[in-house]
């Protein structure tokens, strides 16, 4: 798993929705070195302006290739570890 960050400062919802639907539009066509990437969402913080976006891939090249063709700058790729919240319930 791979975090994208960018800085979207002034954004408005439309810009919002748009940055959602392209990583998504770019990780449907097929890969060009076969490298499957999925978007699997993203969390705008608006008081620190920042836009991170979630990916599933095998490699931070091929997250990388869908966001340049996203064509809207990013500030940085992280590897993530998911964590999944701990149902209480269970027992």
């Known amino acids: 798993m791979f975090v994208v960050e960018r800085r979207m400062p002034n954004v408005s919802t439309a810009d919002l929705v748009m940055l959602q639907e392209a990583p998504r539009f770019v990780c449907a066509r097929p890969p060009p070195r076969g490298d499957r990437v999925r ?24 997250v990388r290739r869908v966001n340049e063709n996203v064509h809207t700058h990013f500030v940085s790729l992280e590897p ?6 701990v149902d209480a319930l269970e027992e």
């Open 39 to 62: 978007c699997l969402g993203s969390t705008f913080l608006p008081g620190q302006a920042r836009l991170l976006t979630l990916f599933e891939a095998e490699s931070a090249e091929a």
């Open 80 to 85: 993530a570890i998911r964590i999944d919240p």
